[in-house]
């Protein structure tokens, strides 16, 4: 059991630029130490269960996380069940001549799978609750969210939007089609450097980011759900 998250240097921001062999072999163990911390979470702990309720499912796993994908200059993880739905996400990208690289962690919606009609529904769905959310916009300003999307499938078109047009960039209509769409805290290598390295201070942003999202995403996959059936 890890009761803090595992942290990144700038050793961490060097090493995800390597050969993707490399890559694997260093964030594989880091992965895994991640996910240990992530399912003891207690934002985190019943979101298996919060899944069954709201899509009458049967959660393959009952940990909220498990599952990774790791390649040279980019790694995220979401939870189980997390493919195909609305999710929550930690991914970290290595320095490009548009970025000095940065851990991600937030709410996403990977429109471009299988199921896209179904997680643009939640992603509706999702738009239409902080619209009446009087809460929301102290909850973005208060943890520095931003958004990271794209058109298409290579993450060398990846775009972002500040803070303060967040939800000006959320409640656009019409709302134009994306591949992927994450909102949360982009933790930078140059700006963030002691966030990044201080495990107690990860572990805040972790878990303000996630409970913070944990009410909206139950009541947006009660009411997508609801829509489907």
């Not at 992530?38 to 985190?44: A, F, V």
């Not at 200059?73 to 493919?83: A, D, L």
């Not at 298409?152 to 709302?175: A, C, G, K, M, Y």
Request: aromatic share 12%; proline share 6%.
């Amino acid at each position: 059991m890890s009761l803090l998250p595992p942290t990144i240097n700038d050793s961490l921001f060097d090493a995800i630029t390597a050969e993707e062999a490399e890559v694997c072999r260093v964030f594989g163990p880091f992965i895994q130490e991640l996910h240990e911390f992530l399912n003891e979470l207690p934002c985190l702990r019943g979101l298996q269960e919060a899944r069954r309720r709201a899509l009458g499912i049967r959660p393959r796993y009952p940990q909220a996380f498990g599952t990774s994908a790791i390649k040279r200059g980019h790694w995220y993880t979401h939870n189980h069940g997390g493919r195909d739905e609305m999710q929550f996400n930690i991914g970290m990208f290595g320095p490009s001549a548009k970025s000095p690289g940065y851990l991600r962690v937030g709410l996403a919606w990977n429109i471009y799978g299988f199921s896209r009609r179904i997680v643009n529904g939640s992603l509706e769905t999702f738009r239409n609750l902080i619209r009446e959310d009087r809460s929301w916009d102290a909850f973005v300003k208060t943890n520095g969210l931003e958004i990271e999307w794209f058109h298409h499938l290579s993450t060398d078109n990846i775009e972002q939007t500040p803070t303060n047009s967040v939800t000006e960039w959320l409640l656009r209509e019409p709302f134009p089609s994306y591949d992927w769409i994450l909102i949360g805290r982009l933790l930078r290598r140059d700006i963030d450097t002691v966030t990044l390295t201080d495990p107690n201070l990860l572990k805040h942003v972790i878990e303000s980011v996630f409970s913070g999202f944990l009410p909206l995403w139950e009541k947006t996959q009660l009411m997508a759900h609801a829509v489907e059936l």
